[in-house]
């Protein structure tokens, strides 16, 4: 029933910040918990945040190294992701999701709903 719809990937250079925002459509996912997961060529999908309906809690993969930050917008239905202090490491397609928990939860297999994802290049 969700559509999620992530926006506000781009190239950059190392150093720079982006914010990623995914937009929800058709069920409000207010009620559930959102992650971000990103994916690089050759690698396997890993959890980068994850934040309750009401943010009141995060949780943050080792990947990020405290430099992204999640919140959301529950009356615009929209999740963001600001990354600062980008690295090429960092470069990968970001996805957001939507739990089929209320919780806030690093694990793949607890999230239903997934964007197409939005491409993120950090160059040297």
């Known amino acids: 029933q969700v559509q999620l719809v992530e926006s506000g990937g781009g190239l950059v250079q190392a150093g720079d910040s982006l914010r990623l925002s995914c937009a929800a459509s058709?069920?409000?996912?207010?009620?559930?918990?959102m992650g971000w997961f990103r994916q690089a060529p050759g690698k396997e999908r890993e959890f980068v945040a994850a934040?309750?309906?009401?943010?009141?809690?995060?949780y943050n993969g080792n990947s990020v190294k405290g430099r992204f930050t999640i919140s959301r917008d529950n009356a615009k239905n929209t999740v963001y992701l600001q990354m600062n202090s980008l690295e090429p490491e960092d470069t990968a397609v970001y996805f957001c999701?939507?739990?089929?928990?209320?919780?806030?939860?690093?694990?793949?297999?607890?999230?239903?709903?997934w964007g197409q994802g939005t491409q993120v290049t950090v160059s040297s």
């Open positions: 058709g069920r409000t996912l207010s009620s559930y918990a």
């Open positions: 934040i309750t309906w009401n943010g009141g809690s995060i």
């Open positions: 999701a939507g739990s089929t928990m209320f919780i806030a939860t690093m694990t793949l297999s607890n999230y239903r709903y």
